[in-house]
Every structure is written in structure tokens, then in C-alpha cells.
């Protein structure tokens, strides 16, 4: 009698497969009807953010954007890029947790989940997980360690004069 071999586990599938499924699946459940200052909104409801992320509000200002930086339970830090029109034009994170992501990326977040489901398995490295992709409304890169995760979003048509990524940390 011979037997087929049993699926692997979902915890062994690669990183990318399982990654694509949870955030077909995050995208499927709830984020409907959420008020808060994400990406592309006005930078007036940050404080929404910060009470969503339960942490604290930091905004310092340069010449091009203000940041509005919110420090989150066990470190995981976002900042919110606004322009001087006061529009959020990039989100950043950094921690050992990638944020809820339906509250930063408000809107944009089913623009994400597209693109990040389009680029799952395209760029892997040992011990670290890279997704980069550019859609037309928005560009992502985030990285994935074992401790740690960093990312970023942005909307490039928003970016203002003279702000490149690289500005963007």
C-alpha cells in the first residue's frame, strides 16, 4: 500500500508563499471603515495613528517635510512623512514588529497588498526576507530579519521637491 507524502506544514513553506497568504488574508479580514492618518491623508489626524499603534507622538520638522514619529509597545517605530501641503506622503518602520499595516497604509493598503502578492519570491536572502516593488500609486521595500523589521512606503508622485528615498529613514 503506498501512501502519499502529507503537504508541507504552512510553517515550512518558504517565506514568500506564506507571506502572500497572509496578506491576501489580512487584506480579506477587516481595515473597512477605519479613520486614520495614513498614507495620502492629511497629516492632521496623525494623533489617530498614535492612538491606533498605542504609543507615543514625536514631530520634528525639516525644510522640505515635517515627521511625525510614533513609538509604538516594544520599539517598533513608525514615522509619517508629511509634506508642507500637509499630505502623508511616505510611512517608515523599524522594530522586532511590522506595524498594522491597514492603519498606516490606510487606503493604499489594497494598492500594497497587490503589489506585495505580485513581488512575493522574487527577492529572498538567507536569513532575511526582502519585498521591493514599485506600483503606479506607490513604491514599498521592506525588509524582514529575524529580530527586526524595516520598511518603507511612499508615494512617489507625492514626494516633495528636492525629497528622495534616501531621505526617507
Known amino acids: 500500500m503506498s501512501t502519499s507524502p502529507s503537504p508541507p506544514s504552512p510553517s515550512v513553506l518558504p517565506w514568500s508563499h506564506a507571506a502572500a497568504g497572509l496578506v491576501l488574508a489580512a487584506a480579506l479580514i477587516g481595515g473597512a471603515g477605519r479613520a486614520h492618518a ?43 512623512y508629511a509634506s508642507r501641503d500637509g499630505t502623508v506622503f511616505a510611512v517608515t518602520w523599524s522594530g522586532p514588529r511590522v506595524p498594522d499595516l491597514h492603519v498606516v497604509l490606510g487606503r493604499y493598503y489594497a494598492a500594497y497588498v497587490a503589489g506585495a502578492t505580485a513581488a512575493a519570491g522574487r527577492t529572498h536572502r538567507a536569513g532575511h526576507h526582502v519585498l521591493s516593488f514599485t506600483a503606479p500609486s506607490l513604491t514599498a521595500e521592506v525588509v524582514r530579519f529575524q529580530r527586526r523589521a524595516l520598511g518603507r512606503v511612499y508615494l512617489p508622485t507625492h514626494l516633495p521637491a528636492g525629497v528622495t528615498p534616501g531621505d526617507l529613514r
Open 38 to 80: 495614513a498614507l495620502g491623508d492629511p497629516a492632521t489626524a496623525v494623533a489617530n495613528d498614535r492612538a491606533a499603534l498605542q504609543g507615543s507622538l514625536k514631530t520634528t520638522s525639516t525644510a522640505a517635510f515635517d515627521v511625525h514619529e510614533i513609538t509604538a509597545p516594544a520599539d517598533t517605530t513608525v514615522r509619517e
